[in-house]
């Protein structure tokens, strides 16, 4: 069975870059055709794609959000990273990590953490 579990830190000040780390247990993150994606809310609204690594390990993008982010994977520990450089207090949300056959259709979610943009 697989799982995903978010890791990271709760508090990051504006104009910081947010790091977070996905590790994945159960499968490998090379498995063909999986995307790993991460996915976030911010209070009061809805789910925002943000980005995704591929099998391959391409990386696809949130159009709004490409110029800020940036997805990468350490096969050798089966984890995949998000950085979301430049925060700003609008970046507080939820954070997921998801895999899926897509970057829009998910399967398996990790519990989320919890990032606040706040000096």
């Known amino acids: 069975q697989v799982q995903l579990q978010e890791s990271g830190p709760g508090l990051v000040k504006p104009s910081q870059t947010l790091s977070l780390t996905c590790t994945v247990s159960?499968?490998?993150?090379?498995?063909?055709?999986?995307?790993w994606n991460w996915i976030r809310q911010p209070p009061g609204k809805g789910l925002e794609w943000m980005g995704a690594?591929?099998?391959?390990?391409?990386?696809f993008y949130s159009p709004s959000l490409k110029n800020r982010t940036s997805i990468s994977w350490d096969t050798s520990k089966n984890q995949f990273t998000l950085q979301l450089s430049a925060v700003l207090p609008e970046d507080t949300a939820v954070y997921y990590c998801?895999?899926?056959?897509?970057?829009?259709?998910?399967?398996?979610w990790g519990q989320g953490t919890q990032v606040t943009v706040s000096s």
């Open positions: 159960g499968d490998s993150i090379t498995s063909i055709y999986y995307f």
């Open positions: 998801a895999r899926g056959l897509s970057s829009s259709t998910w399967d398996t």
């Open positions: 690594i591929a099998y391959s390990g391409g990386t």
